[in-house]
């Protein structure tokens, strides 16, 4: 996926920074134990994000002990058992599963090939993801195909392109989540969907212009020197941070959880930080997602 969802680490206390790394290494496992061993490698941060929004107010976090492929020597702590990551799990494998075979459809065939091959490591998992939920699977493929439509036929309009990705991310809604808590998430989930779609077009932009790639950007700023033009930026940021507003609106409304308190750092710090850096180029360009680790 693509990584800008993260909470800042160094204003979180170190028992929440360990707790939300359990709740990263739960994500993993529920990966692993629902859709196999490629699966865990398509984990991400906006997944985790997901599975601390959905988490029932009532469920404490269980949190265990254990090796993994990524820490065989020392075991690490993960939560466990919760069907707030089982869900976020086959959710992380429907949206790679469709971003993958979007990825297949807009590039040349040679780069095309690592993700043909992903697509096959990947292709037992989503079959059974996309039968965990058929209605998920189906609302993800909608949806970016009507956004691959409407880039296909270059669309000039940012904000009907970054409409249709943020439709992706809002129709993560459980079926059965009370109303109360549904219409905020809803409202949050859509603005966050938004802002992460301008927020990648943007990191993307002049790899975008040198290979020829759609960007949603583009029509709206046109390309100086073959780099996003200086005096754009103003303008994309303050309507990215209007949805960041919106999202934080929307969260106040919504009750409260275990994962509160590191949702409300992700929102109010871990967003906005990611922002600013991607915007001055301080971002690392790379849609790697592995935790922080201790050494940062």
């Known amino acids: 996926m693509f990584g800008y969802i993260r909470p800042l680490k160094g204003e979180l206390k170190v028992r929440e920074f360990e707790r939300f790394k359990a709740c990263y290494c739960g994500l993993c496992h529920a990966l692993g134990k629902n859709y196999g061993l490629s699966a865990r490698f398509i984990l991400n941060f906006e997944l985790v994000f997901l599975a601390m929004l959905i988490w029932d107010e009532n469920d404490t976090p269980v949190i265990k002990r254990g ?8 075991k690490k702590r993960f939560c466990t058992g919760n069907s707030a990551l089982d869900t976020a799990a ?7 599963w469709w971003k993958i075979k979007d990825a297949i459809a807009d590039e040349k065939f040679i780069k ?66 009370p109303e109360s808590h549904r219409r905020p998430l809803a409202e949050l989930l859509y603005h966050t969907g938004r802002w992460i779609y301008l927020v990648d077009a943007y990191d993307d932009y002049s790899d975008d212009v040198e290979s020829g790639r759609y960007n949603a950007l583009l029509r709206r700023f046109p390309p100086e020197d073959g780099k996003f033009p200086k005096s754009g930026v103003k303008s994309l940021e303050s309507t990215l941070i209007h949805s960041n507003n919106l999202i934080s609106a929307a969260f ?45």
């Not at 086959?90 to 790679?96: E, K, M, P």
């Not at 930080?273 to 592995?290: I, P």
């Open 112 to 177: 095309t090939i690592p993700h043909r091959a992903a697509a096959v490591l990947l292709c037992r998992a989503y079959k059974k993801a996309a039968s965990d939920f058929p209605e998920f699977n189906s609302k993800v493929s909608a949806q970016l195909k009507s956004l691959a439509e409407y880039e296909s036929s270059g669309g000039e309009s940012f904000d009907s392109a970054a409409d249709k990705f943020a439709r992706i991310l809002s129709s993560v809604l459980p079926e059965d989540m």
């Open 67 to 74: 090796r993994c492929i990524a820490s065989p020597c020392r």
């Open 90 to 96: 086959g959710y992380s494998v429907i949206l790679s």
């Open 252 to 296: 106040e409304l919504m009750p409260q959880n275990p994962w509160t308190q590191t949702v409300e750092n992700t929102i109010y710090l871990g967003m906005p930080d990611a922002l600013e850096r991607v915007l001055n180029g301080t971002w690392l360009h790379t849609k790697r997602s592995q935790i922080a680790t201790d050494k940062e």
